[in-house]
């Protein structure tokens, strides 16, 4: 069984900062990729940013340079620092896990943290 434990989500007025952090744990043979989405109601779950076990990373167009994805490959942890802080990043913040297990590839979520950006 996976658990993806999600921390770091709250309430920040525009232009400040957040660090949103996603630790995994349980039975798996490896983590190919990790990374955050998210969502506001009516909408559908959007890619924010993606880093691969061998460090490659891909964020949304609307956070770069504003946020970043980090990870420690022995804590099974993915961070993301996000900064400069605006409305429109609102949402439901989950986090992402792809792994295998044996010769099977399995893709797991958070159950998601709040960031509520105040103007």
């Known amino acids: 069984q996976v658990q993806l434990v999600e921390s770091g989500g709250g309430l920040v007025q525009a232009g400040g900062s957040l660090r949103l952090s996603c630790a995994a744990s349980g039975s798996f043979d490896s983590i190919q990729a990790m990374g955050w989405n998210r969502q506001v109601p009516g909408k559908e779950r959007d890619l924010v940013a993606r880093?691969?076990?061998?460090?490659?990373?891909i964020y949304a167009d609307s956070v770069k340079g504003r946020f970043t994805i980090s990870r420690d490959n022995a804590k099974n942890t993915v961070y993301l620092q996000m900064n400069s802080l605006i409305p429109e990043d609102t949402a439901v913040y989950s986090c992402q896990m792809d792994y295998s297990d044996g010769d099977v590839r399995y893709t797991y979520w958070g159950h998601g943290t709040q960031v509520t950006v105040s103007s």
């Open positions: 880093v691969t076990s061998g460090g490659n990373t």
